[in-house]
């Protein structure tokens, strides 16, 4: 059975920063394009950040997060990573991870979100 379990939301002031962690299990994780998606209240869901499966290979952002996030995985345990810092209210938003077998194609499975909140 395929899992995908995020962790690490909650509420934060603007200009703090939050860690959010995505568990996999039931798939090979080494082997998928690991992806961390957001969907601001009332907004659609967004690509905030993707990484390669392999160590050195390519990382994307959203524009709207360049230079304050990093995506990054851990192989060995199966996790991949979110770190986000000098977080703005914008960046409130239910945060999804996602695994794809390739980039450019549809994500094959989704976590069930954890919630971010920027305000003071």
């Known amino acids: 059975q395929v899992r995908l379990v995020e962790s690490g939301g909650g509420l934060v002031q603007p200009g703090g920063s939050l860690r959010l962690s995505c568990a996999a299990s039931g798939f090979v994780f080494s082997s998928y394009v690991m992806n961390w998606y957001r969907q601001p209240p009332g907004k659609e869901r967004e690509l905030v950040a993707a990484i390669s499966s392999y160590p050195g290979g390519r990382i994307m952002y959203a524009d709207s997060v360049k230079g304050r996030f990093t995506i990054s995985r851990d192989n060995a345990k199966n996790t991949v990573y979110l770190q986000m810092n000098s977080l703005k209210p914008e960046d409130t938003a239910v945060y999804y991870c996602?695994?794809?077998?390739?980039?450019?194609?549809?994500?094959?499975?989704w976590g069930q979100g954890t919630q971010v909140t920027v305000s003071s």
């Open positions: 996602g695994a794809r077998e390739r980039w450019g194609t549809p994500t094959d499975y």
